[in-house]
T-cell receptor, first 112, second 113 residues
Framework: QQQVKQSPQSLIVQKGGISIINCAYE??????FPWYQQFPGKGPALLIA?????SEKKEGRFTISFNKSAKQFSLHIMDSQPGDSATYFC???????????FGTGTRLKVLA | DAGVIQSPRHEVTEMGQEVTLRCKPI?????LFWYRQTMMRGLELLIY????????DSGMPEDRFSAKMPNASFSTLKIQPSEPRDSAVYFC???????????FGPGTRLLVL
Protein backbone atom coordinates (compact mmCIF):
# COMPACT_ATOMS: atom_id res chain seq x y z
CA GLN A 1 0.00 0.00 0.00
CA GLN A 2 3.01 2.26 0.40
CA GLN A 3 4.21 1.78 -3.15
CA VAL A 4 4.14 4.29 -5.95
CA LYS A 5 4.15 2.59 -9.33
CA GLN A 6 5.76 4.55 -12.14
CA SER A 7 5.70 3.87 -15.86
CA PRO A 8 7.22 3.65 -18.34
CA GLN A 9 10.70 2.72 -17.21
CA SER A 10 12.18 4.48 -20.23
CA LEU A 11 10.85 6.79 -22.89
CA ILE A 12 12.18 8.12 -26.17
CA VAL A 13 10.51 11.16 -27.66
CA GLN A 14 11.25 13.28 -30.68
CA LYS A 15 12.09 16.92 -30.16
CA GLY A 16 8.89 18.92 -29.98
CA GLY A 17 6.83 15.94 -28.93
CA ILE A 18 4.90 15.33 -25.72
CA SER A 19 6.44 13.18 -23.00
CA ILE A 20 4.00 11.50 -20.62
CA ILE A 21 5.00 9.70 -17.43
CA ASN A 22 2.43 8.04 -15.21
CA CYS A 23 2.31 7.18 -11.54
CA ALA A 24 -0.23 5.33 -9.44
CA TYR A 25 -0.60 4.99 -5.70
CA GLU A 26 -2.72 3.06 -3.23
CA UNK A 27 -2.53 4.99 0.01
CA UNK A 28 -5.42 7.45 0.11
CA UNK A 29 -3.68 9.37 2.87
CA UNK A 30 -1.13 10.67 0.38
CA UNK A 31 -1.77 14.33 -0.27
CA UNK A 32 1.43 15.72 -1.71
CA PHE A 33 2.82 14.60 -5.06
CA PRO A 34 6.14 16.07 -6.20
CA TRP A 35 8.03 15.29 -9.36
CA TYR A 36 11.81 15.32 -9.35
CA GLN A 37 14.16 15.64 -12.29
CA GLN A 38 17.62 14.11 -12.11
CA PHE A 39 20.43 14.67 -14.57
CA PRO A 40 23.35 12.23 -14.68
CA GLY A 41 25.75 12.86 -11.82
CA LYS A 42 23.39 15.24 -10.07
CA GLY A 43 20.92 15.02 -7.25
CA PRO A 44 17.16 14.96 -7.84
CA ALA A 45 15.74 18.46 -8.13
CA LEU A 46 12.13 19.40 -7.53
CA LEU A 47 10.41 20.07 -10.83
CA ILE A 48 6.76 20.58 -9.95
CA ALA A 49 4.37 19.40 -7.26
CA UNK A 50 0.63 19.11 -6.77
CA UNK A 51 -1.82 18.61 -3.96
CA UNK A 52 -5.14 16.80 -4.52
CA UNK A 53 -7.29 19.91 -4.20
CA UNK A 54 -6.57 20.64 -7.87
CA SER A 55 -6.73 18.36 -10.90
CA GLU A 56 -4.00 20.05 -12.88
CA LYS A 57 -0.99 22.25 -12.33
CA LYS A 58 1.05 23.82 -15.06
CA GLU A 59 4.48 25.43 -14.92
CA GLY A 60 5.84 26.36 -18.28
CA ARG A 61 6.07 23.26 -20.45
CA PHE A 62 5.49 20.95 -17.47
CA THR A 63 2.00 19.91 -16.37
CA ILE A 64 0.86 17.55 -13.65
CA SER A 65 -2.54 15.96 -14.13
CA PHE A 66 -4.10 14.43 -11.05
CA ASN A 67 -6.99 11.96 -10.89
CA LYS A 68 -7.95 11.48 -7.27
CA SER A 69 -10.61 8.83 -7.87
CA ALA A 70 -8.25 6.71 -9.91
CA LYS A 71 -5.33 7.43 -7.57
CA GLN A 72 -3.17 8.34 -10.49
CA PHE A 73 -1.09 11.32 -11.48
CA SER A 74 1.01 12.06 -14.50
CA LEU A 75 3.65 14.43 -15.77
CA HIS A 76 3.31 15.90 -19.23
CA ILE A 77 6.24 17.64 -20.87
CA MET A 78 5.06 19.67 -23.83
CA ASP A 79 7.38 20.57 -26.70
CA SER A 80 10.03 18.23 -25.30
CA GLN A 81 13.61 19.37 -25.80
CA PRO A 82 16.91 17.47 -25.77
CA GLY A 83 17.74 19.36 -22.57
CA ASP A 84 14.82 17.59 -20.90
CA SER A 85 16.67 14.28 -21.23
CA ALA A 86 16.94 13.10 -17.65
CA THR A 87 15.44 10.65 -15.19
CA TYR A 88 12.13 11.68 -13.70
CA PHE A 89 10.85 10.45 -10.35
CA CYS A 90 7.37 10.83 -9.00
CA UNK A 91 6.85 10.72 -5.27
CA UNK A 92 4.01 10.79 -2.80
CA UNK A 93 3.73 11.67 0.83
CA UNK A 94 1.25 12.19 3.57
CA UNK A 95 1.77 15.80 4.59
CA UNK A 96 1.46 14.70 8.17
CA UNK A 97 4.73 12.82 7.80
CA UNK A 98 8.16 13.40 6.38
CA UNK A 99 8.43 10.22 4.37
CA UNK A 100 8.45 10.41 0.57
CA UNK A 101 7.63 7.26 -1.33
CA PHE A 102 9.45 7.46 -4.64
CA GLY A 103 8.57 5.80 -7.90
CA THR A 104 11.21 3.77 -9.66
CA GLY A 105 12.04 6.49 -12.16
CA THR A 106 11.62 7.05 -15.90
CA ARG A 107 14.61 7.64 -18.07
CA LEU A 108 13.60 10.13 -20.75
CA LYS A 109 15.59 10.69 -23.90
CA VAL A 110 14.54 13.45 -26.27
CA LEU A 111 16.01 13.08 -29.73
CA ALA A 112 17.22 16.17 -31.51
CA ASP B 1 21.77 29.90 -0.96
CA ALA B 2 24.41 27.34 -1.89
CA GLY B 3 22.05 24.43 -1.58
CA VAL B 4 22.84 21.17 0.14
CA ILE B 5 26.57 20.46 0.09
CA GLN B 6 27.98 16.96 0.16
CA SER B 7 31.53 15.69 0.30
CA PRO B 8 33.31 13.88 -1.06
CA ARG B 9 31.64 13.69 -4.47
CA HIS B 10 33.34 10.41 -5.26
CA GLU B 11 34.85 7.82 -2.97
CA VAL B 12 36.63 4.63 -3.91
CA THR B 13 37.66 2.37 -1.07
CA GLU B 14 38.47 -1.21 -0.36
CA MET B 15 36.26 -3.65 1.44
CA GLY B 16 36.68 -3.40 5.18
CA GLN B 17 37.64 0.24 5.23
CA GLU B 18 35.70 2.93 7.04
CA VAL B 19 33.86 5.45 4.90
CA THR B 20 32.54 8.80 6.11
CA LEU B 21 30.17 10.88 4.02
CA ARG B 22 29.47 14.48 4.92
CA CYS B 23 26.53 16.80 4.45
CA LYS B 24 25.82 20.46 5.05
CA PRO B 25 22.09 21.19 4.82
CA ILE B 26 20.57 24.42 3.61
CA UNK B 27 20.79 27.04 6.33
CA UNK B 28 17.60 27.28 8.34
CA UNK B 29 16.33 23.84 7.38
CA UNK B 30 15.50 21.75 10.41
CA UNK B 31 15.02 18.39 8.69
CA LEU B 32 17.75 16.29 7.15
CA PHE B 33 17.51 13.04 5.23
CA TRP B 34 20.06 10.50 4.02
CA TYR B 35 19.10 8.45 0.97
CA ARG B 36 20.79 5.70 -0.98
CA GLN B 37 20.22 5.26 -4.71
CA THR B 38 20.91 2.06 -6.61
CA MET B 39 19.68 0.73 -9.91
CA MET B 40 18.05 -2.23 -8.21
CA ARG B 41 16.32 -0.49 -5.32
CA GLY B 42 15.92 3.10 -6.49
CA LEU B 43 15.89 5.84 -3.86
CA GLU B 44 15.75 4.52 -0.30
CA LEU B 45 15.47 6.63 2.82
CA LEU B 46 18.15 5.59 5.28
CA ILE B 47 17.64 7.99 8.17
CA TYR B 48 15.76 11.18 9.03
CA UNK B 49 16.82 13.86 11.50
CA UNK B 50 14.62 16.60 12.88
CA UNK B 51 16.28 19.43 14.82
CA UNK B 52 19.50 17.37 14.89
CA UNK B 53 17.77 14.40 16.51
CA UNK B 54 17.46 11.07 14.68
CA UNK B 55 13.76 10.36 14.33
CA UNK B 56 13.63 7.40 12.00
CA ASP B 57 16.58 5.14 11.26
CA SER B 58 14.52 2.17 10.13
CA GLY B 59 16.08 2.37 6.68
CA MET B 60 19.63 1.94 7.87
CA PRO B 61 20.56 -1.43 6.40
CA GLU B 62 22.61 -2.80 9.27
CA ASP B 63 24.78 -1.95 12.21
CA ARG B 64 27.66 -1.13 9.93
CA PHE B 65 25.86 2.09 9.08
CA SER B 66 25.66 4.99 11.50
CA ALA B 67 24.71 8.65 11.16
CA LYS B 68 25.19 11.68 13.32
CA MET B 69 24.10 15.28 13.28
CA PRO B 70 26.14 17.14 15.89
CA ASN B 71 24.70 20.52 14.93
CA ALA B 72 22.23 22.10 12.55
CA SER B 73 24.78 22.60 9.80
CA PHE B 74 26.55 19.25 9.62
CA SER B 75 25.76 15.57 9.37
CA THR B 76 27.79 12.46 8.68
CA LEU B 77 26.96 9.00 7.43
CA LYS B 78 29.55 6.39 8.34
CA ILE B 79 29.96 2.87 7.03
CA GLN B 80 32.30 0.65 9.01
CA PRO B 81 33.36 -1.80 7.71
CA SER B 82 32.38 -1.15 4.12
CA GLU B 83 31.37 -3.93 1.75
CA PRO B 84 31.07 -4.06 -2.05
CA ARG B 85 27.27 -4.16 -1.79
CA ASP B 86 27.38 -0.71 -0.20
CA SER B 87 28.41 0.72 -3.57
CA ALA B 88 25.76 3.27 -4.47
CA VAL B 89 25.10 6.99 -4.68
CA TYR B 90 24.31 8.48 -1.30
CA PHE B 91 22.24 11.64 -1.18
CA CYS B 92 21.64 14.07 1.60
CA UNK B 93 18.49 16.18 1.48
CA UNK B 94 17.12 18.89 3.71
CA UNK B 95 13.80 20.62 4.15
CA UNK B 96 12.56 23.66 6.00
CA UNK B 97 10.33 21.51 8.13
CA UNK B 98 9.61 17.80 8.10
CA UNK B 99 6.65 18.21 5.76
CA UNK B 100 8.10 20.75 3.34
CA UNK B 101 9.79 20.05 0.01
CA UNK B 102 13.03 18.14 0.24
CA UNK B 103 16.08 19.59 -1.52
CA PHE B 104 18.76 17.14 -2.51
CA GLY B 105 22.51 17.53 -2.59
CA PRO B 106 24.63 16.40 -5.54
CA GLY B 107 25.36 13.04 -3.95
CA THR B 108 28.42 10.98 -3.11
CA ARG B 109 29.20 8.15 -5.49
CA LEU B 110 30.69 5.35 -3.42
CA LEU B 111 32.52 2.39 -4.88
CA VAL B 112 33.71 -0.33 -2.53
CA LEU B 113 36.14 -2.72 -4.17
Amino acid sequence: QQQVKQSPQSLIVQKGGISIINCAYENTAFDYFPWYQQFPGKGPALLIAIRPDVSEKKEGRFTISFNKSAKQFSLHIMDSQPGDSATYFCAASDSGTYKYIFGTGTRLKVLA
Amino acid sequence: DAGVIQSPRHEVTEMGQEVTLRCKPISGHNSLFWYRQTMMRGLELLIYFNNNVPIDDSGMPEDRFSAKMPNASFSTLKIQPSEPRDSAVYFCASSLTSVETQYFGPGTRLLVL
